[in-house]
């Protein structure tokens, strides 16, 4: 047996029977058998619900299973698309998995509790209640502002000046911890008991979103595999792609280099000018911006037809062998597609 450099051991017999074809990873660039590829789909199965067609076969096994550890099933259950995944029912929330880092969630500003925080329960459609936490309420003003048990610690005596604490205690959660710790800080807490409070979901819901690193990876991977699908395994190995490859494999790098923008682009044709969008769709699409000293080649990754991310993959003085490209996975109806094309390249349902 003789050990990857970046991986398991490989058995020599085999790799040698199967030697004449060895194929080259687009991640860590080494060139394996190809015993040691497997699909790796461009939107991942966790957001689609099915084992759909529209992957690449140009990610070595171990590359594949590292990008899923460090990053992939992380976002696959707190994200904003984790939150979709679980609202259109394409996945149950696992209890104590879902949501919380990334997807901060506050009961609207028109309900009867503004800004109360949310949690995701395990059950099918993520339904919510309110977590556990503590309740500010000014006597003078009646403002009232609602911190999680570790910001509210964080507070100091003057931000609790001329305010009314209340600690808000979930069903079948104990806040006796939380509450002893409120009397220890602030002696004249005195406890009280709180009302039902129902959560309409998504009517009542209001999110803040982070992007970090692990979730530009989550983008930029679909992006860099879009490409590989549409221009083919040896351009995206081109030294052009380094940087955002080995961000995509090893986080190396910033962010906002790569994911340069986030909006709410329509990318159909059909819904420019309205705020309607398709439901059931995961949009990619590939093409040349032209830039001083040349061209960007520019990804945009709209899962669930939601939040369009914009991707710079690399920059070359002439663009090469496309000039717009998009494909859409139906997850309703277990179809991919692509978006079809005019005589100029311009796919006709993609808003220009």
């Known amino acids: 047996m003789v050990k990857h450099p970046k991986g398991p051991e490989i058995d020599l017999a085999e790799f040698f029977a199967d030697s004449q074809n060895l194929r080259c990873c687009v991640y860590c660039r080494l060139f394996q058998p190809r015993s040691m590829f497997n699909r790796d789909h461009i939107f991942q199965q966790q957001i689609c619900g099915w084992d759909h067609e529209f992957h690449v076969d140009c990610v070595c096994t171990h590359c594949n299973g590292a990008m899923n550890e460090a990053f992939e099933n992380e976002i696959a259950n707190d994200s904003i698309e984790a939150y979709l995944r679980y609202t259109n029912r394409i996945k149950t929330p696992a209890s104590g998995k879902v949501l919380g880092r990334r997807v901060r969630l506050r009961m609207g500003k ?4 503004p800004g109360m925080l949310l949690e995701a329960l395990p059950k099918p459609g993520l339904a919510m209640r309110p977590m556990l936490q503590v309740e500010t309420r000014h006597r003078d003003t009646g403002d009232v502002c609602y911190y999680t048990e570790g910001d509210f610690f964080k507070l100091g005596d003057d931000d609790l000046k001329s305010r009314e604490i209340h600690v808000i205690e979930p069903e079948g959660k104990s806040a006796t911890r939380l509450r002893a710790r409120v009397m220890e800080r602030i002696p004249s807490y005195q ?6 409070v129902t959560v309409r979901v998504p009517k009542d819901i209001a999110m803040l979103v982070t992007i970090d ?13 879009y490409a590989a699908k549409i221009m083919g395994r040896d ?4 030294a052009g792609l380094n940087r955002i490859r ?4 090893y986080g190396n790098g910033q962010l906002t280099d790569f994911v340069v923008r986030i909006d709410q682009e329509p990318l159909l044709l059909e819904e420019k000018g309205t705020p309607r969008r398709a439901r059931g769709l995961h949009l990619v699409t590939l093409q040349w911006d032209g830039v001083p000293g040349g061209y960007w080649l520019h990804a945009k990754v709209k899962p669930f037809n939601e939040t369009c991310y914009h991707v710079q993959l690399c920059k070359t003085a002439q663009p090469t062998a496309i000039a717009l490209s998009g494909h859409g996975v139906n997850w309703k109806e277990q179809l991919v597609f692509p978006l079809e094309m005019l005589p100029s390249s311009a796919p006709t349902n993609l808003a220009p």
């Open 235 to 238: 351009f995206v190995l081109a």
């Open 213 to 225: 690193p692990a979730a530009a990876r989550f983008y930029c991977k679909i992006a860099v595999n």
């Open 191 to 196: 406890p009280s008991k709180g009302q039902a």
């Open 110 to 113: 028109d309900t009867p509790y």
């Open 246 to 249: 080995d961000f995509v494999r």
